[in-house]
T-cell receptor
């Protein structure tokens, strides 16, 4: 079991560039999430999914899009990166109790 | 709206002593779940303990216990016999059942320093 994996681990973008973060889980979880973590703050929910083919907005969805075409994958897209999107991004999936299993994080810098 | 509050930005504890990390929450739901996660300096998020709102007994997992006081809406984490490896950031979180999923919101965290 790999658990939750994220690619890439690090990325530097220039303002206006686009990119996609990939999250994969092998635990057959229905629920998946994307969070961002900024210095001195807890995790803030960007988007989440309650099952294949579904997505919903979290606390801070602006500037991001997501897709859940397959149950095991949850993609986070930045169409036009901005410096305010510099952050560490965590993907997670959860079991029926809501216990979250997190990926290792992606450190994104937008210059 | 659901909210998690952790009022201690930083805490110090002597090795082998117990420490309590505070967490209060706000929700109008009757059914919810509370969690604690540990984030060491390496950055990964590690699940520690879970308490369901209908669980009558406080949750325990090894040296971790959750002091759940429903009427006060508090879910404090107690770490017994602190170890140097317990130095980390600790996040309290709550499962928000609204919206048809298990959306989880997090507090701002408490940084714990364990002194030798």
């Amino acid at each position: 079991n790999a658990g939750v994996t994220q690619t890439p681990k690090f990325r530097v973008l220039k303002t206006g560039q686009s990119m996609t973060l990939l999250c994969a889980q092998d635990m057959n979880h229905e629920y998946m999430y994307w969070y961002r973590q900024d210095p001195g703050m807890g995790l803030r929910l960007i988007h989440y999914s309650v099952g294949e083919g579904t997505t919903a907005k979290g606390e801070v969805p602006d500037g991001y899009n997501v897709s859940r075409l397959k149950k095991q994958n949850f993609l986070l897209g930045l169409e036009s990166a901005a410096p305010s999107q510099t952050s560490v991004y965590f993907c997670a999936s959860s079991d029926p109790t809501g216990t979250g299993y997190f990926g290792p994080g992606t450190r994104l810098t937008v210059t | 709206a659901q909210k998690i509050t952790q009022t201690q930005p930083g805490m110090f504890v002597q090795e082998k002593e117990a420490v309590t990390l505070d967490c209060t929450y706000d929700t109008s739901d009757q059914s919810y779940g509370l969690f604690w996660y540990k984030q060491p300096s390496s950055g990964e998020m590690i699940f520690l303990i879970y308490q369901g709102s209908y669980d009558e007994q406080n949750a325990t997992e090894g040296r971790y216990s959750l002091n759940f006081q429903k009427a006060r809406k508090s879910a404090n984490l107690v770490i017994s016999a602190s170890q140097l490896g317990d130095s980390a950031m600790y996040f309290c979180a709550m499962r928000d059942p609204l919206g048809g999923g298990f959306k989880t919101i997090f507090g701002a965290g408490t940084r714990l320093f364990v002194k030798a």
